[in-house]
């Protein structure tokens, strides 16, 4: 993304009836139930031996990159803020949209508006929560001068009423379609039915924001535990920006505290797998990843899980600032010089899965109960490991481009195991592809991530994670303009499709939709737009003290309300 080519479709996404299916140990969806949410585990102790309570200690692979709910784009921050903030709804243990902040809801019979009712809830400076905190943080993550890479949640995925019309700068602020009826009653009006619009609640982007409080932080918000407020399970008491080491405690105000088993949440970056797994050893962490050779090592072990992530990796080729890799052919004969199967059976080993559809599977669910993803063979001529395929699109690549080799950078993260796929991936494209050179440069996943959104970047290896159930969260990225389309691809029969899905006939049509958005997945992965690698599966350790740590494959990965750890 380039953030002077925002988004200026004034229609992405409304809705299909879709509900999550199981990913491994875990699960996601958009329920519209107004049940409260599942009871908290009893019987919690501290390892130091109290009655209650006790500190999480939770190793991570990469540093937070941004503690603001509008402006944060990273799982990490996602977990982080959710530790500390709540929103309207929140996940059940099975991913369920269940009343957070909203103690109940009202939804027209229309379906486009809906009617929050708040409970009785407090920011951790003494100030009630009210609707106005909802309408402020909304406003700033439409505001052009913000430019929130996740505007697009309210316009194009939450069709709010002149959302796209104030990201465009074409209206002010104050003309969404967010109104404080009272301090406890908010009202949202759609442009559309969306009917997994509760389950975007508890997307952070969607977080309230306390003005009077931010306004006397200012540039400094979301920095430290100062320029931080908590509405949620825990409160932020020791951070600074890249911190490789903070703490949260209890929120003994928070509404919910009584089923809040622990006493607090410690936070390690830990980057080197080895490191982690001998800190995880010798007690110092009661969670930690694992990759590569170390699952062999512990496979075996009782507190060995590999739980579903959610994420798609894959590499994104800049098509539209590298002129070579505008060639279609050469960018087929890059996806089919790929050997999936190599990279997560050999280098991961933590239960990823190859993956050969631009949508990943195990949740999204459609209209009929099925996966939307169940057949990675439905691509297989667009998309599969064929090293005679490779051959001939590349035979014909360096016909039409007039070259013989070709030399490219690719971007990857610093961390562990982004490393070990990027120089397999190197391996296998410059064995299979004579003359090819792909060269790579590690940086801070900050640095990546900010050369994607900026197009400096020729090849990168990134990866996705679903927002919310539906493949919409993937196939909307591709859109011409959207904020994630980093290789500013574009293609006007794609774009017609989706638009036809979001607002068109297809809206209120769940089984022509679904089968829309299957033939725009197939444009993608034929026009080569990204190279799909795998879905990711995280190997973990969770100590035998510890149950209740909650894994989502939808928005936010870790959850630990419901969290007790044991003496």
């Not at 949202?188 to 009077?212: C, D, G, H, I, R």
């Not at 918000?221 to 409160?235: C, E, H, K, M």
């Not at 444009?523 to 879905?535: D, H, N, S, T």
Request: charged share 20%; hydrophobic share 40%.
């Amino acid at each position: 993304m380039r953030f002077d080519r925002r988004i200026s479709r004034r229609s992405f996404l409304a809705a299909a009836g879709v509900s999550a299916a199981a990913l491994a140990l875990t699960a996601c969806g958009g329920s519209s139930s107004t049940a409260a949410s599942t009871a908290a585990s009893t019987g919690a102790s501290s390892a130091a031996g109290t009655a209650a309570g006790g500190t999480l200690n939770i190793m991570l692979e990469t540093e937070v990159q941004s503690l603001d709910p509008q402006i944060a784009t990273d799982g990490t921050s996602f977990e982080v803020i959710a530790d500390y903030t709540d929103g309207l709804m929140q996940m059940d243990a099975d991913g369920a949209a269940v009343p957070a902040l909203a103690e109940t809801y009202d939804i027209s019979e229309d379906g486009k508006t809906y009617t929050f009712h708040l409970r009785d809830a407090k920011w951790s400076n003494g100030d009630a929560v009210t609707a106005a905190d909802f309408v402020f943080g909304w406003q700033r993550a439409v505001d052009p001068a913000n430019a929130s890479e996740y505007s697009y949640m309210l316009s194009d995925i939450g069709q709010v009423v002149n959302a796209a019309e104030i990201i465009a700068g074409e209206k002010p602020v104050t003309d969404l379609g967010v109104t404080a009826v009272d301090d406890k009653t908010l009202e949202v009006q759609l442009n559309v039915p969306v009917s997994y619009f509760l389950s975007l609640m508890y997307f952070p982007t969607f977080y309230p924001v306390n003005e009077a409080f931010f306004n006397t932080c200012k540039d400094t918000f979301g920095t430290s535990p100062d320029t931080v407020l908590s509405n949620g399970a825990f409160i932020l008491t020791d951070y600074q920006p890249a911190a490789t080491a903070f703490e949260l405690t209890k929120n003994p105000d928070y509404y919910d505290a009584v089923n809040i088993a622990l006493d607090g949440l410690a936070y390690q970056v830990i980057k080197d797998s080895q490191q982690a797994l001998m800190s995880y050893q010798t007690g110092a962490l009661d969670l930690t990843l694992l990759n590569g050779e170390q699952v062999d090592q512990v496979k075996d072990d009782p507190e060995f899980t590999s739980v579903g992530a959610g994420y798609l990796w894959y590499i994104s080729p800049n098509i539209d600032g590298v002129p070579e890799l505008a060639n279609e052919n050469l960018r087929k004969a890059m996806t089919f010089a790929l050997d999936r199967d190599a990279i997560t059976g050999d280098v991961l080993k933590d239960g990823s899965a190859p993956c050969y559809t631009a949508v990943p599977p195990q949740f999204a669910t459609g209209p009929d109960g099925s996966d939307f993803s169940a057949d990675q063979t439905k691509y297989a001529d667009y998309c599969a490991f064929d090293a005679a395929k490779a051959a001939e699109y590349y035979e014909t690549a360096k016909s039409e481009l007039g070259k013989n080799s070709f030399t490219f950078d690719m971007i990857v993260d610093a961390d562990d195991a982004p490393q070990k796929v990027a120089q397999v991936v190197k391996e296998q494209l410059e064995t299979t592809l004579p003359g090819f050179t792909l060269n790579l440069t590690v940086e801070p996943k900050k640095q990546r991530v900010q050369d994607m959104q900026d197009g400096n970047f020729e090849v990168a290896l990134t990866r996705w994670g679903p927002d919310y159930a539906d493949p919409m969260t993937y196939l909307g990225m591709w859109v011409t303009g959207n904020s994630n389309n980093y290789g500013l691809w574009s293609d006007a029969e794609y774009d017609s499709i989706i638009e036809e899905c979001t607002t068109g006939d297809l809206c209120t049509d769940p089984e022509g939709r679904w089968a829309a958005l299957y033939d725009a997945e197939a444009i993608v992965l034929e026009q080569a737009v990204i190279f799909p690698l795998y879905g990711q599966c995280n190997a973990e350790m969770i100590s035998s003290a510890v149950t209740g740590v909650e894994h989502h494959p939808c928005a936010l990965n870790r959850v630990y309300k419901r969290t007790v750890k044991n003496a």
